[in-house]
């Protein structure tokens, strides 16, 4: 009986996705295994993708950056099969966090190599998630953050947007309850981290783990926005633990309110609003990663 054969899902308006189709099928046919191809076009439903293909095949490949794969998330997760991510989108902070190579061939080898590890997802308001969920500053920038930006200046689109979106961020007062406490903050940004990496690149915390059964939250409670290019060396590094005017929590749960209701970005889509609960839903995906 032959392999069953893996499920790509590829983003083709992915920045990298153009041509990476044909260069997929064609390392896999050298390995002697088989695909089923489905090409997603906007914001395809990914997961009814999943939940309507999944069955009869080994593995579900995703092609594609953050937001294709957070689209794809609830289906994976009920689904139960390995997944494999190929890198091409432009940030790409899963790949990132799960040491998964940006070269085209090198990831698919990882996904042939076979090794699994499991790891948890993010939940907010019932919205599964890979990195990281946030309110403020960041999920302006997802507003604002045009596909256009992503294809043209890639990584550095981020910049760009955020230097504009900086200028008219302010800080707004919430109610922050994480592990038993209840904080009152008056902040730019909270940002609740499933994993380790988001942003192009940005660390949620200095020790952060995709399987650790825990959220990393940070507040950005700055005396003054300037601050915030300071503090942008230590975002990269994940020690703006160390920043007087950051707070930082680790808990199973966190809970936020705010006065008005405040849009929430996760992995770079807009997918609810405050008030917002944020779980950890542990151990429920296998992810091919480098044999190390």
Request: with cysteine; net charge neutral; charged share 20%.
């Amino acid at each position: 009986m032959p392999d069953r054969p893996y499920l790509l899902l590829i983003n083709a308006q992915a920045r990298q996705g153009g041509n990476a189709v044909r260069q997929i099928e064609e390392h896999f046919a050298k390995a002697g295994k088989r695909l089923t191809v489905v090409r997603l076009k906007g914001n395809t439903d990914a997961s009814a993708i999943v939940d309507a293909q999944c069955k009869g095949h080994r593995a579900v490949l995703v092609a594609g950056g953050d937001g294709t794969l957070n689209r794809a998330a609830r289906g994976l997760m009920a689904c139960s099969l390995p997944l494999g991510v190929i890198p091409l989108g432009t940030a790409n902070d899963f790949a990132r966090t799960m040491g998964i190579p940006t070269k085209l061939s090198d990831a698919l080898d990882v996904i042939l190599g076979g090794h699994t590890c499991t790891v948890d997802l993010g939940d907010v308001n019932g919205h599964l998630y890979f990195n990281v969920a946030s309110v403020g500053f960041s999920a302006m920038l997802a507003h604002e953050l045009t596909y256009e930006a992503k294809q043209r200046w890639g990584v550095l689109g981020y910049a760009l947007t955020a230097a504009k979106v900086l200028a008219k961020a302010r800080p707004f007062a919430a109610t922050l309850m994480a592990g038993g406490e209840v904080h009152q903050v008056r902040t730019l940004q909270v940002a609740v981290g499933n994993g380790a990496y988001y942003g192009g690149g940005m660390k949620v915390a200095s020790d952060a783990a995709p399987d650790d059964g825990a959220l990393d939250t940070y507040s950005l409670e700055l005396a003054h926005i300037s601050e915030l290019l300071a503090l942008g060396p230590m975002l990269k590094t994940g020690t703006h633990e160390l920043w007087p005017n950051v707070r930082t929590l680790r808990s199973e749960t966190v809970e936020l309110y705010t006065r008005v209701p405040m849009p929430v970005n996760a992995d770079g889509e807009l997918v609810t609003q405050t008030p917002a609960v944020f779980k950890v839903r542990e151990k429920v995906l296998k992810v091919y990663v480098p044999d190390v």
